[in-house]
DNA sequence: GCTTGAAATTTTAAGCTTGAAGCAATTCTT
DNA sequence: AAGAATTGCTTCAAGCTTAAAATTTCAAGC
């Protein structure tokens, strides 16, 4: 006897499964996350990822490196650094040479702050993903990694 | 010899590399799927996932249920629903014997446009994920099946 | 019946997000 | 060097999102 037949209609069905699956758990722990910097920091996931960002560049990044590299529109930035920038957390440098553009860098009081709260994310995802062992963590990293979703450029 | 030591902290650092993967994949899907319903249907995710909820449920459902199946906040659902309806695709119903309640449910022509949406996000979502046979959808999902983040109440 | 409390929904304020339009400065072309 | 295209950023309009406050209605308890 052969193998059964695999229907074409099966895999689609499989892969939507699947999307509606990571879907639902990224939302879960994404919210859990932004509870989280709300009521122990009175931050935001947003505000988080742009200074995650601008932590290894301590000579700062372009309006339009940053929203490159966060893929999200550039003018979504200009409203998040100019609330960091408010709470003295991030400032603008102006560029030499280039009026156009501006430098964005981490205040040391915006690399202290962020210094914090990357420790406690990082222990946040870790509960979050409980039950995950290394090896786990390493497989599903390597499957995602062949998704043409996850292929394209920084 | 024996085998290699696990060291406490390379764990928590694996589970966070594998959550900042499958943040970038799920927003990278999200983004296409978010194109092609602006593009070719002039609509968008969230009212998506509205008229999701309610194909299913050809009776309708309280803006209540609704916000609970979704996961998101009631206040939300109340401004896709009001636009929905804006555009004859939902209506509200009153329910009998309880005024503070609404029911919504899909008009036939909501159910016609969605019909047509739901095709079309299941290909999209089939060419997002090529790459990723029955097998290996079918395995991260159950890996992510075991994560607290999927185990909460539907 | 009246009051108190709970439930269903909407409203509000603040922030996030996008795509498109607008401005200013730079660079390219001729 | 003048005009044209490009680049970098901000502004704008519309919609999404949340948490919290406000409204209206229902359900008990007294």
Known sequence: MTAPLPKPETLSKERLRLWLRMLRVTRQVEAALREKLR???DSTLPR????????RER??????????????????????????????????IAIEGDRRATRVRLTPAGCDAFTVMAQAHESWVNELLDGVDAEDAHHIGELLHRLPADTGAR
Do not use: Q
Not at 61 to 87: H, Q, Y
């Open 39 to 41: 009521l122990e920091f």
């Open 48 to 55: 988080f990822d742009v200074m995650a960002a601008l932590l």
């Open 59 to 92: 000579e700062g990044l372009k309006m339009n490196e940053l929203s490159r590299r966060l893929r999200v529109s550039n003018g979504n930035v200009t409203g998040i650094v100019d609330r960091l920038a408010d709470d003295g957390l991030v400032e603008r």
